[in-house]
């Protein structure tokens, strides 16, 4: 056992459905990345977040990670409560499975979106930064 695993907080945002748009990935370890997509849908941004976070998972080694997200889609998306029936969509969540196989465990979690400010003020930052 490695101990508990690496915490990842996501979130999309956008400025407009499709407007520009950013994600941002924060962890209490100290992790904090953000990025801007250009002009996107919300649900983009979401799981370009999603897939950030694995990688950043990767790259910081972790074997056991658990991400949190506040897009209700995204979660029962990975779960598979929810068809992806959109092909774009489809992209992320096969990129997303084939980062996770590298994980020893994996968990997603929908949390409350007052649970994930960081990760909103992250995405948001980087709106601010480049995506108007």
């Not at 997509?37 to 972790?62: H, I, Q």
């Not at 465990?105 to 007052?114: A, D, I, K, T, Y």
Request: aromatic letters at 6%; charged letters at 25%.
């Amino acid at each position: 056992m490695t101990g508990a695993p690496l915490v990842l907080y996501v979130d999309g945002a956008s400025r407009g459905n499709p407007g520009p748009a950013a994600w941002g990935v924060w962890s209490p370890s100290g992790l904090a990345l953000n990025g801007v997509l250009g002009r996107t849908t919300n649900n983009v941004a979401e799981w370009t977040a999603f897939v950030r976070a694995l990688e950043a998972a990767a790259a910081a080694g972790a074997t056991d990670v658990e991400i949190r997200a506040d897009s209700e889609l995204v979660v029962k998306q990975w779960s598979g409560l929810y068809k992806v029936k959109a092909p774009h969509l489809a992209r992320f969540v096969a990129e997303a499975r084939q980062k996770a196989r590298a994980l020893a465990s994996l968990r997603v979690v929908h949390v409350p979106r007052e649970e994930n400010r960081e990760a909103d003020r992250l995405a948001n930052e980087a709106l601010d930064r480049g995506g108007r």
